[in-house]
């Protein structure tokens, strides 16, 4: 008896919700709409610190793994709590169904706050890039196990042409390979394996040695003290993406000083 893949089901869901955004705003309204918006804040450049590993704290209710994560939630008081800690960048989760989140958290948070914020979603298809873009979002998220390489370089060209940065993820030596063909100047190993959510640390141990200097890189899942922290910056990653460590924490702020030893 197989696992039953959790990426698939997420997808299916997601393709269900583009359909459902689409009727509500439509893709040559979100066209027109994202024209005039004020730039976006640099996400790469604020992540992006010489002798020092940056932490992009993540916002997010719940998850597949734990169902839910923080029965406490307010978006806006948890980016102010992070801001006040000093973390360089947020990440806000805004897929709805598994993780309980929402496009317009990216909104309300950035009205309260001067941090540069990432979409994290599954994004399929441009018209996600121009919600992204259109909620204020000043990053994207782009799973390399998702998308070919033709989609992957059309949405990010996309991005680029909206002033938007993104991180794109990988989970094995496959899709970095593919990832490595493409001008991609953030890359995000995610020790978590998406389809069937285990994490296991030795994925960043195994793909940052191929991953070439010149290349920012963003460790995700699995990350949980200061020892983590620490043998990852050791390795010369540019900036970890922390999210239930701190979600789970009664104190986050006292939980993000322990954890980055700051």
């Excluded at 992006?48 to 704290?57: E, F, H, V, Y």
């Excluded at 018209?127 to 799973?143: N, T």
């Excluded at 995000?188 to 940052?208: A, M, Q, S, Y």
């Amino acid at each position: 008896m197989s696992k039953k893949d959790i990426l698939k089901e997420i997808v299916q869901k997601k393709k269900e919700g583009i359909l459902l955004a689409k009727q509500n705003i439509s893709e040559e309204e979100l066209k027109t709409q994202v024209k005039d918006l004020p730039a976006t804040r640099p996400f790469i450049e604020a992540i992006n610190k010489p002798r020092q590993i940056s932490l992009i704290a993540e916002i997010k209710k719940a998850s597949p793994s734990c169902g839910i994560i923080r029965q406490d939630f307010n978006p806006q008081e948890i980016a102010k709590v992070y801001q006040a800690c000093g973390v360089q960048a947020l990440s806000i989760l805004t897929e709805e169904y598994f993780f309980q989140g929402n496009i317009s958290f990216i909104y309300e948070v950035k009205s309260m706050v001067s941090l540069p914020v990432l979409r994290k979603d599954f994004i399929l298809e441009p018209y996600q890039v121009y919600e992204s873009r259109f909620f204020g979002a000043d990053a994207i998220l782009l799973i390399a196990d998702l998308l070919s390489k033709e989609r992957l370089t059309e949405l990010m060209q996309l991005a680029d042409s909206l002033g938007l940065d993104y991180l794109v993820e990988v989970h094995t030596e496959k899709e970095l390979k593919k990832v490595l063909g493409l001008k991609v100047p953030l890359i995000g190993i995610n020790n978590r394996d998406l389809h069937t959510l285990e994490v296991n640390f030795k994925t960043t141990e195994r793909l940052f040695l191929l991953i070439p200097k010149d290349k920012s890189v963003v460790v995700e899942s699995g990350i949980k003290n200061y020892q983590d922290v620490l043998f990852l910056k050791i390795l010369g990653v540019s900036a970890v993406l922390i999210g239930q460590a701190f979600m789970e924490a009664q104190d986050i702020k006292k939980k993000v000083e322990e954890v980055m030893g700051w």
